[in-house]
């Protein structure tokens, strides 16, 4: 038991260094990397498994107790965050096998991915605040090197954005685990948690709570501190965007959940501004969405828009909104990718990223049609599929608290989601191709990138119809979230032997 | 001394800030430097500062002013993540330095929000028509080799 919680960790870094070992072999590499992923997924589905059971796993690392050691601890919501970023780095690496014009690209890409991975994971499983951020480094590492690969000039320019804005926010977090630690003594969650709750600590401890909320505000892309991820997401290479887009922003709301869980559990002041910054995060992401005329640009908009639905869960603080949250972040991770996968893929087939010179896609590949239309529609919550399930909980969920502008600002979201998935849905596929019908490329080497993107879909479809049964985990780990003294005892119990 | 230390990291953070706005973006990376900085010191304070003896615990007990191991552990940690990712930017911000000439932050915002190019034609596989190739040659004749060519994004 003890080696699979650490199995995050271990399995995507091994697979770091034996794709590094391989270099020289560019067709092992990608194997390798590939058996990597799936052995990740493996892995978060057996964590899934025993953490559906209801029991919260914790190691202590080097068997040194809470205080002094490193604390691992997976709970429901960590374990089905590991499976997702396992599913998704799979469909990524699976995308990415599809045939590219640039094979130094590509060498390159396999390790970093894993690097990006063991940050990812790392983020989740730890349950410890400097740890967090050391794991913070390490998927920004990877994600720097992601984000430039292939190099130009647009490339470099948005590199340099996220690059200066991340590095400002991983040092506010920085500078707050700093002035918790001198504020309480003590950065191991599950003891910080326990001395929130028994209202021992000082009032600076709470100030560096709500400087760690900001930075991670800022990882999550959230209302006034977006701007950095519209500016950087849509230069990278489509397989690198999509695992951005799907994982990244994800670890700063899996932190701000787990933080404020944690440390603020019962409903307050932080709760009322986080429900104001969810609604504008919301209303803003997909007006901001409504202006752009390239199909990354517009997902890297809707982004900002649904990291305010989770929010909006977390900022409700019911346990009915936490299982909204929780499932949203499934669903959302596994669609937002697929939409950008298919966003690259139409691009390869009309030869532009811009919707003024794409077109003619429904003539030339309705494969692509039907497969954009998925998640599309979930995106915007259309029923059965996963999105409706999630906007529908989330909803409920503002009604119950009372919470009407919320709950009018998510419904208004969703129609304007429609509206802009819509836009590109007339401008791709149904308007013909500028050019004429020498717009249609070939769509030759592409079959391992349409394989993902199916599977991607299917995951979809699977998660609106089984809603039933992924609700009910969703609605599971909300409980453990909601009363973290669960989480505690664990990381206590695991300390003593 | 905590006074000391908090006015420097005070002085550090105020330099860093003022420095990353800047329109020059070498400015804006030292500033992050200066930051890091100081908030590296900051950490480091969190601990107890007057601590004189080693934190080794004899069997007589721990040292009366035993210096605090642990800021010192997180701070070792945090410099070298942080340089690590000070030499990432300074080579970006040398590579853009050579595709830019000037280096200003409205320029790069201005370049990375640029529409995206053309993507180039994919390569045709051997024996498929060589009709295709020009077709799509023509669409994208001022991107084709030039690095920007790589930067469509697609596979």
């Known amino acids: ?497 | 001394m905590e006074i000391i230390v908090s006015i420097t990291v005070g002085v550090l953070v105020a330099i860093g800030i003022w420095m990353m706005l800047d329109r020059g973006l070498l400015r804006v990376v030292l500033g992050v430097i200066v930051l890091g900085n100081g908030v590296n010191l900051a950490v480091f304070s969190a601990g107890r500062l007057d601590g004189r003896a080693a934190a080794f615990v004899t069997e007589a007990g721990a040292p009366a002013l035993a210096a605090n191991p642990l800021p010192q552990a997180l701070v070792l940690t945090a410099i070298v993540i942080g340089f690590a990712l000070f030499v990432f930017a300074l080579a970006v911000l040398k590579r853009s330095w050579e595709l830019h000439d000037n280096v200003e932050t409205d320029r790069i915002t201005a370049v990375a929000e640029e529409p995206s190019p053309d993507l180039p034609a994919p390569p045709v596989p051997a024996g498929a028509d060589a009709g295709r190739r020009t077709a799509g040659g023509k669409r994208a004749p001022s991107t084709a080799g030039t690095p920007a060519a790589h930067e469509g994004g697609t596979t």
């Open chain 1, 1 to 497: 038991m003890n080696a699979l919680v650490v199995s995050p960790l271990i399995i995507p870094l091994a697979t770091l260094v034996a794709t590094l070992l391989a270099r020289r072999a560019p067709r092992l590499v990608a194997a390798l990397s590939l058996l990597g992923a799936l052995a990740l997924t493996a892995a978060g589905l057996a964590l899934v498994g025993l953490a559906a059971q209801g029991e919260i796993l914790a190691s202590q690392a080097g068997g040194w107790a809470a205080p002094y050691g490193i604390t691992l601890v997976i709970d429901r919501l960590s374990a089905v965050m590991v499976a997702i970023t396992g599913i998704v780095g799979t469909a990524t690496i699976v995308f990415a096998l599809a045939r590219d014009e640039d094979p130094a690209r590509g060498r390159d890409f396999h390790p970093l991915v894993h690097g990006l991975l063991v940050g990812v994971c790392g983020a989740f499983v730890t349950g410890d605040v400097f740890n967090l951020y050391v794991w913070f480094e390490v998927l920004l590492v990877g994600s720097f090197a992601l984000l430039v690969l292939g190099g130009g000039k647009r490339r470099l320019s948005g590199t340099v954005v996220y690059v200066v804005l991340n590095l400002v926010a991983t040092m506010m977090f920085l500078l707050a685990a700093g002035m918790l630690y001198g504020a309480s003594g003590s950065l191991n969650m599950a003891l910080l948690a326990q001395a929130f709750a028994a209202g021992e600590v000082p009032a600076t401890a709470h100030a560096a709570v709500v400087l760690m909320l900001t930075a991670f505000s800022i990882k999550a892309a959230l209302f006034p501190v977006f701007g950095w991820l519209p500016a950087s997401y849509h230069v990278a290479w489509t397989p690198i965007s999509a695992l951005f887009a799907g994982l990244l922003t994800k670890v700063g709301v899996y932190a701000l959940i787990r933080i404020v869980t944690l440390f603020w559990p019962q409903a307050g002041v932080a709760h009322e501004v986080l429900l104001w910054v969810a609604c504008a995060t919301m209303l803003i992401g997909v007006l901001g969405a409504a202006a752009q005329v390239e199909v990354r640009r517009i997902l890297s908009f809707h982004i900002v828009s649904q990291v305010g639905y989770m929010i909006l869960g977390l900022a409700l603080a019911t346990p009915l909104a936490l299982a909204g949250a929780v499932f949203y972040l499934i669903h959302h991770i596994v669609v937002k990718a697929n939409l950008f996968f298919i966003g690259g893929i139409a691009a390869r087939l009309t030869g532009s990223e811009r919707l003024a010179a794409m077109g003619g896609l429904y003539a030339c590949a309705p494969w692509l049609a039907v497969l954009f239309a998925i998640p599309a529609l979930s995106l915007a919550g259309i029923p059965p599929l996963s999105g409706f399930w999630a906007k529908f909980v989330l909803v409920k969920a503002s009604l119950d608290t009372s919470a009407w502008i919320a709950a009018a600002v998510a419904l208004v979201t969703g129609i304007f989601t429609l509206l802009s998935m819509s836009k590109i849905w007339n401008e791709a596929f149904l308007k013909p191709h500028p050019a004429g019908a020498q717009g249609a490329r070939s769509a030759a080497g592409l079959r391992p990138a349409v394989w993902a993107v199916t599977a991607l879909a299917a995951m979809t479809v699977a998660i609106g119809l089984a809603a039933g049964p992924v609700m009910d985990y969703a609605v599971a780990a909300a409980e453990q979230l909601a009363t973290p003294r669960g989480y505690i005892e664990a990381v206590i119990r695991a300390g003593g032997n």
